[in-house]
């Protein structure tokens, strides 16, 4: 995986660098996506971590950094072209192995159609712009020691309630959000305790009373 992202990322230097010097020669340049492996347990590719990426501008390669990450349990991001300055991904849809996305620009949306390869960690398609024209694109996903939850996992783990603890990566525990009620009720829990241990009742005890510790 390291040595095809290191042949990809120089791929796209020599095209960069080949055009100043040949700039009417189109170059050529690579937009497929190989089978690769399937991921384990036929689970849907996990998008999440930042991306390189490459498009054909008429014969001259334009390229920059895409970053992908959650917002709950959607996708979201951003993309920055080498050029240009950053601009939002508003949508990210996956769908089986077809990805389709809408990047903001001042003109108006772009979109992206295109597929993923078997093992999740390349992207090829069309770049559609808001006047129609098309560009090729590729994206390469760059190793990462993070593993994040997929897309699956957080939207399942959002409906089983607040007692069921995320899988979160090894040295990390966590458990879902509590709703807010939940949340006032532990934290008058903890605070009664705390004016207990700092200023306890002639018998030690306090009783929660209109939001206020009363002894008994």
Same mark, same amino acid.
């Given at each position: ?148 939850? =997929?897309?699956?996992? &957080?939207? @399942? #783990?959002? +409906? ?9 990566? /090894?040295? !990390? =525990?966590?458990?879902? &959000?509590? @709703? #807010?009620? +939940? ?9 009664? /305790?705390? !004016? ?21």
């Amino acid at each position: 995986m390291e040595k095809a992202m290191k042949r990809f990322i120089t791929g796209a230097a020599l095209a960069f660098a080949v055009v100043p010097a040949a700039a009417s020669e189109p170059v050529n340049m690579r937009f497929e996506c190989d089978a690769g492996a399937a991921t384990a347990g036929g689970e849907p590719p996990n998008l999440h971590g930042n991306w390189d990426f490459l498009m054909d501008a008429g014969g001259e390669p334009s390229f920059g950094l895409m970053s992908i990450g959650f917002v709950g349990d959607t996708y979201g991001g951003s993309l920055t072209p080498v050029r240009t300055a950053p601009v939002v991904v508003r949508t990210i849809t996956l769908t089986g192995y077809s990805i389709h996305m809408v990047v903001a620009s001042r003109e108006g949306d772009v979109l992206f159609d295109g597929t993923l390869s078997a093992n999740g960690n390349r992207m090829c398609g069309t770049v559609t712009y808001h006047g129609g024209r098309t560009l090729a694109m590729v994206a390469q996903k760059r190793p990462s020691i993070y593993q994040s939850q =997929s897309q699956a996992q &957080r939207a @399942s #783990g959002s +409906k089983r309630g607040c007692d069921h603890p995320f899988s979160m990566p /090894r040295g !990390r =525990s966590t458990k879902c &959000r509590l @709703s #807010g009620a +939940k949340q006032l009720q532990r934290a008058r829990q903890r605070n009664d /305790r705390f !004016r207990a241990q700092v200023n306890p009742g002639r018998n030690g005890r306090y009783r929660a009373r209109s939001g206020r510790c009363m002894a008994e």
